[in-house]
C-alpha cells in the first residue's frame, strides 16, 4: 500500500506490514519516505492508546499539515487490543493523503 500526497509518495509497505487501528492503516517506521515528515506542535492524547505524535508530511507544494500521527510510545497495555506493537507507526489524515493499493 501507498501514502501518495500529490505526486509524492511518504510512504509504502506491503499491506500484510500494515496494522489497521479504528479503520486507519498505519504504516511501519521502515515504510516512510526520509525528508517527508517533519514533527508538529499539535498534541492529542488517546485514552488507550497514548500521546500521539503530529507530521507535517510531504515535501514541497505536496505537503500535509499535521497529516499524519503516530504513538512513540503506546501505553503497553493497548497492545493486546490491537495485536502488536505498534510504535512509532504512522497513519494518514485520509483528507488529504491518499492510501492506494
Known amino acids: 500500500m ?6 509524492t509518495v511518504v510512504a509504502e509497505a506491503p499491506t500484510e506490514d ?4 479504528e479503520g486507519n492503516w498505519y504504516f511501519p517506521p521502515a515504510s516512510l519516505t526520509e525528508g517527508a515528515f517533519e514533527k508538529s506542535p499539535t498534541a492529542y492524547h488517546c485514552p488507550w492508546k497514548g500521546d500521539a505524535q503530529y507530521w507535517n508530511v510531504g515535501t514541497g507544494a505536496d505537503l500535509a499539515p499535521d497529516g499524519g ?15 502488536q506493537d505498534y510504535s512509532g507507526y504512522v497513519a494518514f ?7 492506494t493499493e
Do not use: C, H, N
Not at 501507498?2 to 505526486?7: E, L, R
Not at 500494515?18 to 487501528?21: E, F, R, Y
Not at 500521527?69 to 495485536?83: A, L, T
Open 69 to 83: 500521527w503516530s504513538y512513540p510510545e503506546p501505553i503497553p497495555s493497548s497492545f493486546d487490543r490491537v495485536g
Open 2 to 7: 501507498k501514502a501518495v500526497i500529490g505526486t
Open 93 to 99: 489524515d485520509k483528507s488529504q493523503v491518499a492510501l
Open 18 to 21: 500494515l496494522v489497521k487501528i
